[in-house]
């Protein structure tokens, strides 16, 4: 099975379409949701990851470009210094895919990157500017 | 069983002394009982490492050619503002000053992305630093404008003097409202999303000497990756809070006020901080030492995270309108296991102060001590205890006379 990232934005037009039902259902993807927003202009963002084989990730991806959703990769990518990181755990709570861990024997505090999603919300949250997102 | 300073003092120089974390003294209490660890252990170290606003720089520049009195005039290191109004040359650096042309919170939430706190980290770090200053110039002092680079290896003196750090305990902020809030214990999600501590618990300083029994004014303290002292009681100082049986208070207590050469420190321990939407401020690592003169003393700092409790604030509206409610207790060991209960709620929970740092102070602090490069100081003069009577007082509200 492959797997990979995606962000897709559609126009308004299809916001309420049901898209992911659809790569599930006839593209028997594996669709999770990492984050969704429409913005004011009636505008859709999804990121997705995608997995499947690779017959049906095609179809899926063919699928999309036909109904007019932009895809792109997911190149956001979130660095975390640990020689700035303090181990405050301040990230920990806020980090809603379990990225940021903290071993509670220790009390030190560690990122997987494999875990994160790009939301951001953790960058504003570090008082020590330890991580950062690169486009 | 007891012991003296100065006994302490003779077995550190010969290398001799025995030295152990104040998380380590709980095993071994546990193991020995006090009465043996009373006979064995000579020092126990503690540390913290969290933000303290109340800490600042001062700094003497040294005098250009022709001479700027600063003193009265406006200066800035890095764009930073600090207080010009002493002497000539002398300037401070507060650690929460931020540059005259940061948007703040016009842009809410304000990202506060640099400010004395930071100039304090560069300059520890060894940086080359911009200073400019305005002044009205005088006989003496002909020169009315300056722009210059320092570095502290150059300027003759830089010390760190902070009026308040190291609390004894802190409260535990939540968030009832509908909305985030951004505060100085971090951001807080809508609705208990989520709770934010700030102490190192069972490795904090005051918590391990309740009553100030050894810890006083001019106690030698570790500070910034350099040596400090003790030079007062904090700002806010408050020992009449309500108090466990062990004697641990179970709200904010006691403070500090801490000096050592800045020229020493160093941003390992030393980092400038910002909290979105509510400022920047410095980040202290602080290290202090506790004689086992009695069984006594042993005895308070053999306290766990579990023992020590402190009181859940809704930084909506109870901290911010000062009501004296609280939402009830929780203590260290629960904060640190990642969730709380609080309203019949689980609420994950998020630290400020680092404890793995604090640990890691704790460690040096034994090192030196055990290496003989860092003897023990007697106090001269005590911290005021539960019997002085203070308390903190809040600001009144009276209307100004008009004159
Ligand atoms: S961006 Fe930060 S908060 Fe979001 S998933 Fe990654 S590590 Fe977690
Ligand atoms: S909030 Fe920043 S400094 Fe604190 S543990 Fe997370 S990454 Fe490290």
Redesign the pocket.
Known sequence: MSKKRIVLTFPGRLVDQPITYHLIKDHNLIVNILRANVTPKEEGRLVIELGGNKKDMESGMNYLNEIGVHVQPLTQEVV?HKD?????????SICPSSA?VVNRNDMS?S?RKEKCIACEL?IP????R??EVHF | MTRTIAEINEKIKKGKAVVVTAEEIIDIVKEKGTKKAVCEIDVVTTGTFGPMCSSGAYLNLGHSKPRVKIGGGKAYLNNVPVYTGIAAVDVYLGATAIPDDDPRNTVFPGEFRYGGGHVIEELAAGKDVKLTATAYGTDCYPRKSIETTINIKEINEAVLFNPRNSYQNYNVAVNLSDRVIYTYMGTLQPKLGNANYCSAGQLSPLLNDPYYKTIGIGTRIFMGGGIGYIVWNGTQHNPSVSRSENGVPRAPAGTIAVIGDLKQMSPNWLRGTTFTGYGVTLTVGIGIPIPILNEEILKYTTVRDKDIFTQIVDYSDAYPQRKPDTLGEVNYAELKSGKINVKGKEVKTAGLS?YAKAREIAETLKGLIKKGDFLLTEPVAALPSVESGITFKPMPSKPVKKK
């Open positions: 975390w700035r990181c303090t181990q405050c755990t301040a990230c920990v940021f505090v990122f953790c949250i570090c008082p020590y330890a991580v | 680092s």
